[in-house]
């Protein structure tokens, strides 16, 4: 249960931490985790991100002090990480439905946001299907884009989906398939590992690079815009996503955190995590999740 003390100190640090110049990147430092990483585990279990976390709370810590103290707007703005009072009354105004002036009157109706705390709810009576599978080294030719951490279950952000659109419309797409020989044109969504102080990562799109693959030479294939991305060998958890769009995959995620982890003795390892869509799949099937994992290690 290791993720459920990371992602509650992290909590606790934020908490802690409100009326300073902090933001996610900060709280996954806290814990030793990748911005990449704790954006994406955070979000997925509490439903928000962690910029969004406090935001929502100073917010709500500002209408209850406006409304219970005599402080001024413009101090009240100041104290909460607003540099105008503009930006603060417009904020202010999103989140609780009404002007600072009017939450400072007694009786107005006002949000309340409270901090969060992990529990642990036992589910049931569903199955969740997987299998374990241990790959050796792998190269790819991909092409390949970096992306804000910020994006990762960011709600209706189309980032990723827009650059398969860009590389299918130039025929990117087309030019690594032709590579490929027919029944094993699979394409891999290739995510990098990140370190702590990173803040974007790589997604790339490719094809596997083996004996199988007409790909040219590779200073060729590096000056038309192609990268080789190399995997090192992992141990891989892999779920099957169906569906007809990539909801699928954020629900895999999601079942991944709250289900497999706390129950299945692994741990998640900072190495390339792979969407694989298969040029020959069964029916209804979107693609495969590849989450790279590893044994707990046991604590004498």
């Not at 002090?65 to 202010?92: C, H, M, W």
């Not at 007809?244 to 998640?268: H, M, T």
């Amino acid at each position: 249960m290791e993720w459920v003390t990371l992602i509650q100190k992290a909590i606790d640090y934020m908490e802690d931490h409100l009326l300073e110049k902090i933001n996610y990147e900060d709280a996954a430092r806290q814990v030793h985790m990748s911005s990449y990483n704790f954006h994406r585990t955070f979000s997925l279990m509490a439903g928000m991100t962690a910029n969004e976390y406090i935001r929502n709370r100073r917010l709500s810590l500002a209408g209850q002090e406006l409304q219970l103290t005599d402080i001024k707007i413009i101090d009240v703005a100041y104290k909460y990480g607003y540099e105008t009072p503009e930006s603060f009354s417009k904020a202010f105004s999103r989140f609780h439905g009404v002007s600072p002036k009017l939450a400072s009157v007694k009786g107005t109706q006002l949000s309340l946001f409270n901090a969060l705390v992990i529990k642990i709810v036992l589910e049931g009576g569903k199955s969740m299907d997987y299998r374990v599978e241990a790959v050796g080294k792998r190269t790819f030719i991909s092409k390949v884009m970096a992306f804000r951490n910020e994006i990762i279950n960011e709600e209706d952000n189309n980032e990723i989906p827009q650059f398969w659109d860009r590389c299918r419309k130039e025929d990117i797409l087309k030019q690594m398939l032709g590579m490929r020989p027919e029944g094993k044109k699979d394409l891999y969504g290739l995510c990098s590992p990140t370190n702590e102080s990173e803040t974007t990562f790589d997604y790339g799109i490719g094809v596997l690079l083996d004996e199988e693959t007409d790909s040219g030479d590779e200073i060729s294939l590096q000056n038309n815009g192609f990268q080789i991305w190399n995997v090192d060998p992992a141990e891989y958890v892999v779920f099957k996503c169906y569906g007809d769009n990539g909801d699928c995959i954020g629900e895999a995620w999601s079942r991944f955190f709250k289900e497999f982890l706390p129950q299945s003795g692994y741990v998640q390892t900072e190495d390339t995590d792979m969407e694989v869509y298969y040029d020959i799949k069964e029916p209804g099937l979107f693609c495969e999740l590849w989450i790279p994992i590893e044994k707990k290690k046991e604590i004498n």
